[in-house]
């Protein structure tokens, strides 16, 4: 099960809005609305955006949303902040014998 | 609060073992699946495993790249979640993380994360 596919890194200024996106396969995101999204601070442990493609745990700023299309789930970050800087992963279930499948990761740089 | 606190982590050698602890608190236990995660030095997230609760018979899926090496258990009298490695390899250096599943119908993954504990294997 390859890893799903998220650019390296995105940049944006302050009060702009960034989108992140994360492509799969048919076996997974394709398939399955139980996409997540992690926030991971340098040494820190990551934190949970996104779940089930669009929902927002509670105290998730609503800056912070989630889509899917297809075999590409995406999430935007508007009104961009400095505390917004970090890695960002994807997460999707799969119907593989690995029962989920990260994604490569971005780094979201706040310029 | 919901809490999970790793444990066990430590320099091993290639070949050897190691039993990782994953203390928790805040929140009914036995009530959820729980997973493990890694992240090698520098690299990205991976799955490597669940467990299941009682009502689902504690079953465990592993990812290809850890199955018939790993053990996941847990015991619910004591709100522990376990991560037995046996015959690690140099790949399997990674900060290890314990993470509350199982919600959103059961596809839920890491609404709740612990702080990790890192796992060396090296000679």
């Known amino acids: 099960q390859s890893a799903l596919t998220q650019p390296a890194s995105v940049s944006g200024s302050p009060g702009q809005s960034i989108t992140i996106s994360c492509t799969g396969t048919s076996s997974d995101i394709g398939t399955y609305d139980y ?5 991971q601070h340098p040494g820190k442990a990551p934190k949970l955006m996104i779940y089930d493609v669009t929902n927002r745990p509670s105290g998730v700023s609503n800056r912070f949303s989630g889509s899917k299309s297809g075999n590409t789930a995406s999430l935007t970050i508007s009104g961009l902040q400095a505390e917004d800087e970090a890695d960002y992963y994807c997460n999707s279930y799969t119907s593989s014998s690995t029962l989920y499948v ?4 971005t ?3 706040v310029l | 609060e919901v809490q999970l606190v790793e444990s066990g ?4 050698q290639p070949g050897g073992s190691q039993r990782l602890s994953c203390a928790a608190s805040g929140f009914t236990f036995s009530d959820y699946y729980m997973d493990w995660v890694r992240q090698a030095p520098g690299k990205g997230l991976e799955w490597i495993g669940r467990i299941r609760d009682k009502p689902n ?7 290809a790249s850890v199955k018939g090496r790993f053990t996941i258990s847990r015991d619910d009298s004591k709100n522990s979640l376990y991560l037995q490695m046996n015959s690690l390899k140099t790949e399997d250096t990674a900060v290890y993380y314990c993470a509350r599943g199982g919600y959103s119908y059961g596809f839920g993954l890491g609404d709740y994360w612990g702080q990790g504990t890192l796992v060396t294997v090296s000679s």
């Open chain 1, 102 to 105: 990260f994604g490569t990761g």
């Open chain 2, 57 to 63: 018979s504690y079953t465990t899926e592993y990812a």
């Open chain 1, 35 to 39: 996409v997540s999204w992690y926030q």
């Open chain 2, 9 to 12: 982590g430590g320099l091993v």
């Open chain 1, 107 to 109: 780094k979201v740089t």
